[in-house]
């Protein structure tokens, strides 16, 4: 029988994992009816396109789990999440997306009972002093966002 603390890690490891999976499936279910044009829309004045919150959902979990925790050497532009003009096709934003999904899925679940308790640093996010820390943020930060992306896509449906 495994010992309890690696019954944990497995139960986090699986629940986390399954959790990022998840949210790939909730924003292909948002960006599936919309076209290339849409994503870049942004139906407000004010903050930002479902692509944008894509570029910036993509990198902000290339940075916290793929570089620091995988260490993909991944360098992040986070102003360019937000402001790039190129806009890509959706497909090619949602592929970068499944890539860094599947990278999160597998590094999570590599984590052992002691990776989870694992020391964390980065200076934006000062609170995060573990591993299993800043992967529960990132997935609160995650669907945060998938919430502004459901809303931004009915806005955009609707004409």
Do not use: C
Request: charged share 20%.
């Amino acid at each position: 029988m495994p010992e309890r603390s690696d019954t944990v890690a497995f139960i986090a490891a699986e629940t986390f994992a399954s959790f990022y999976e998840e949210v790939r499936e909730q924003v292909y279910t948002i960006v599936g009816p919309l076209s290339t044009e849409q994503l870049w829309r942004n139906p407000y004045v004010y903050g930002n396109s479902v692509g944008h919150l894509l570029l910036h959902l993509t990198g902000n979990l290339n940075h916290y789990i793929g570089a620091r925790i995988a260490g993909t050497g991944y360098v992040r532009n986070r102003p360019l999440e937000f402001t790039d003009a190129s806009r890509p096709p959706k497909e090619d934003v949602l592929a970068a997306f499944d890539r860094t999904i599947d990278m999160v899925a597998a590094t999570i679940r590599k984590q052992t009972a002691e990776d989870w308790a694992a020391l964390y640093s980065d200076p934006t996010t000062p609170h995060d002093g573990n591993r299993f820390s800043v992967i529960q943020r990132m997935a609160a930060h995650a669907y945060h966002h998938v919430g502004q992306m459901i809303y931004l896509a009915k806005e955009l449906q609707k004409g």
